[in-house]
């Protein structure tokens, strides 16, 4: 589009980084936005998806790690990098669980989450499997922690897990808009738990 009309790439960069909420410090990280002032631009992007809305529309996020997290999953589905949004959104709910049986339990029960033999946290599976087991001390918390809830955990993780190991990602419009539905919906739910324990 730049080498076409510049006034035009400039004012759908322009709209983006109003609509991404960009400031002059984060421009500054990107020294590829400086194509755009070169006479000669070089190679070009011949097709992008640039969506408007947010993956994950959820206010007031808490904590030092999370803001930047869905700031970063934001970024990635506006930009329409969907196999990363998939994975990134894995890593917050996965992260979430990860806190929520931490602040519930801490190290008195630290197997629930975390395998100091080995020095990591456990897999995705394995934490909602540890949640699960003890949902009933989290249910007075949120409403809709129930089994199909649980389902629904799991069902992202498989999705995300077949788009992130996948050669080829060739996501769906009505695919992306699936997952963002169940993503936000954990999310605000997992958020909320994570707030009262």
């Not at 194509?35 to 959820?58: A, K, V, Y």
């Not at 996020?61 to 997290?69: I, K, Q, R, T, W």
């Not at 249910?139 to 080829?168: C, M, P, V, W, Y």
Request: include cysteine.
């Amino acid at each position: 589009m730049a080498e076409e009309d510049k006034d035009k790439a400039v004012g759908v960069m322009q709209r983006i980084y109003t609509l991404a909420n960009t400031g002059s410090d984060t421009l500054k990280k990107y020294p590829a936005l400086e194509t755009l002032e070169r006479e000669d631009p070089g190679i070009g992007i011949q097709h992008s998806t640039f969506r408007s809305e947010q993956f994950l529309n959820i206010d007031n996020v808490p904590g030092a790690f999370y803001p930047d997290l869905v700031e970063d999953i934001n970024q990635c589905y506006s930009s329409g990098v969907n196999d990363a949004t998939l994975v990134l959104t894995r890593k917050l709910l996965e992260n979430l669980l990860i806190d929520i049986l931490r602040k519930q339990y801490g190290k008195r029960e630290i197997d629930l989450y975390y395998l100091p033999e080995n020095r990591r946290f456990k897999n995705f599976s394995k934490l909602i499997n540890s949640f699960e087991k003890h949902l009933e001390d989290f249910q007075h918390l949120s409403g809709g922690l129930d089994d199909k809830f649980i389902d629904e955990l799991h069902t992202f993780r498989q999705d995300a897990n077949a788009e992130a190991h996948s050669i080829e990602t060739n996501i769906t419009k009505g695919e992306i808009e699936e997952y963002r539905d169940q993503a936000r919906h954990a999310a605000q739910v997992l958020f909320r738990v994570w707030r009262n324990v």
